[in-house]
């Protein structure tokens, strides 16, 4: 899933904004409770006797299992939730239950979930996240645990999540059902390959990883095509800084300093705008711009950098989020297969950084069960088939076969003579539910897609954050972290972008941060950290 960019300029201050709406995570009313399988078939044993009883379960009562997700309108609804009611009903009629599909607009569903959950209204399964109101959920008892479901209904999810339940993790109770996706994204530089090959470029200092080595490269184009820009943004050095790969992220522009730290105390939190790291790379940005290689555009909402690759006036985007190929490595340049087509033109995507396993990935979409069920066991076991079942996914997913979709060499195409918007049923909600491994892909897609996603996680996995599993509570400092977040909107466009001086604007950022009450944060988060830390052995 990528809904924000890591490389935008306001990124630091989206995590901010974000962490606040979710405010109080560790204050969770945790009152509500799993209700046991109604009337689960499975045999059963005896404790007292030691003997097995043989009678016959007794058959599930009819079930509907509500689903609430974020989706535009599909005037095929109802032809897709009939479809996958059929393939319950012939596959799976032991189970006994029926889907009805909910979705309710993107522009409306914080609200609208919210006024649901408040009003006791029953529904089941509901799509949540870390960005989306996760935690005021959970802290409002809108949300189940769900250890005991996900143990007694769940096999599938446990062999596939089991091990990465760390992001939904809330006073010590599992509330959410992460998507079996990618967990995380290389990120770095993408290329133009015409003007690769007709300077015949050399890439290979980029193997070291370093931003500052791109800067000959961007010279040569500055100095040899009048037209166009050699670096364009808003995405640039400073924006892929609050990837994982020099910080590990707590709060807004609070975190651990992963790059320059010392080594006798690696838990140190930390204000990253203070960081060696940052300064270095905003004056590397202030280079960039001062010898005129960036747009200077860069700081426009809304600027689109890949119609200026269209238009062929741009060069190089950094710092962006990267396709996950395979054999992904640092300094690897590649085909970047998702801008290539919708481009128009080659791409080449040159990773400079792999982000780690982050508890926030772990928590950036996930399903959830509300309290208001009235069967949390059949929820769940809809939930688990949606990890096994490819069928039941892609009815979700795509639709009706031969209606929505058609299969040309095992990927997803329209229906000849239909368009996504005249199809009926078309969406990109692939990242919202179950097992993506299982989905097919789409013709224009790499169709090992999803085995690369397999083959990166295991790398991403086997570097993880230091402080995985660990969630701040922000509510003891939530106005110090308003009035931050004010600070940062001020300065992040014109440093992220080069138009500011760091060596002058730093120090007065510093300042102002300070004056907001920086201090605070970084005081309670080394606090919540270390109690984490103690109760985790870490």
């Known amino acids: ?42 045999e059963s044993t005896n404790t007292n006797t030691g003997t097995t009883n043989t009678e016959a379960p007794k058959a599930l009562e009819p079930y509907e299992v509500v689903m609430v997700y974020p989706d535009g309108k599909q005037n095929d609804l109802g032809v897709v939730q009939t479809a996958m009611n059929d393939y319950l009903k012939q596959t799976y009629p032991d189970m006994n239950m029926t889907v009805k599909l909910n979705p309710i607009d993107w522009s409306a569903y914080a609200d609208k979930t919210n ?78 390959k015409a003007l690769i090959d007709k300077y015949n470029l050399d890439l290979s200092a980029l193997k070291s990883g370093e931003f500052k080595d791109l800067g000959p490269i961007l010279k040569t184009i500055k100095e040899n095509e009048p037209g166009v820009t050699p670096a364009v943004g808003p995405s640039f050095p400073l924006g892929a800084y609050y990837g994982s790969g020099s910080t590990a992220n707590i709060v807004g522009p609070i975190g651990l300093d992963l790059r320059d730290t010392d080594p006798n105390n690696t838990y140190k939190v ?104 009235k069967d949390p066991a059949r929820a769940m076991m ?27 060499d095992g990927q997803v195409a329209l229906p000849d003579g239909k368009t996504q918007d005249t199809v009926g049923f078309y969406h ?12 097919y892909t789409r013709v224009g897609e790499d169709p090992n897609k999803y085995k690369n996603y397999e083959e990166f996680n295991q790398k991403v996995s086997s570097n993880p954050s230091p402080i995985l599993g660990f969630v701040f509570n922000s509510e003891p400092v939530k106005n110090e972290l308003i009035a931050v977040s004010k600070v940062q909107s001020t300065f992040d466009p014109g440093l992220q972008s080069g138009q500011l001086d760091p060596e002058v604007e730093i120090p007065k950022l510093l ?18 950290l270390d109690e984490w830390r103690a109760a985790n052995g870490k």
């Open 1 to 42: 899933m990528k809904m924000v960019s890591k490389g935008s300029f306001v990124l630091s201050s989206l995590l901010l904004s974000l962490s606040l709406v979710a405010a109080g995570c560790s204050s969770g009313n945790n009152t509500a409770n799993n209700e046991k399988p109604s009337n689960q078939a499975q």
């Open 115 to 192: 006024l649901m959950m408040s009003s006791g209204q029953k529904f089941d399964l509901i799509w949540t996240a870390n960005w989306m109101n996760f935690d005021a959920q959970v802290n409002k008892g809108g949300l189940l645990p769900l250890d005991d479901l996900l143990a007694q209904n769940a096999p599938d999810i446990e062999a596939i999540e089991g091990k990465f339940h760390d992001g939904a993790l809330r006073n010590g109770k599992i509330y959410g059902v992460h998507v079996h996706q990618e967990l995380g994204n290389p990120q770095g530089v993408a290329i133009s």
């Open 270 to 373: 930390v204000n990253t705008y203070a960081t060696p790291r940052y300064m270095e790379l905003a004056k590397l940005t202030r280079e960039w711009f001062k010898a005129g290689y960036i747009n200077k555009d860069a700081t426009t909402p809304g600027v689109d950098i890949w119609k200026k690759f269209q238009a062929k006036t741009a060069f190089a985007s950094i710092g962006s989020d990267l396709d996950i190929l395979a054999g992904t490595e640092i300094g690897l340049p590649q085909l970047m297969p998702s801008k290539t087509s919708s481009v128009g033109s080659d791409i080449i995507q040159v990773p400079l950084n792999i982000d780690r396993l982050q508890t926030t990935k772990l928590a950036a979409t996930m399903q959830g069960i509300s309290q208001t069920s």
């Open 382 to 408: 809809l939930l688990n088939l949606f990890y096994k079942d490819q069928k039941l996914l892609s009815l979700f997913n795509f639709g009706v076969e031969g209606t929505h979709y058609v299969l040309k």
């Open 428 to 439: 990109d909600n692939m990242w919202q539910i179950g097992n993506q491994m299982l989905n």
């Open 511 to 528: 300042a102002k941060l300070q004056g907001a009450g920086i201090d605070t944060i970084i005081t309670e988060a080394q606090k919540q």
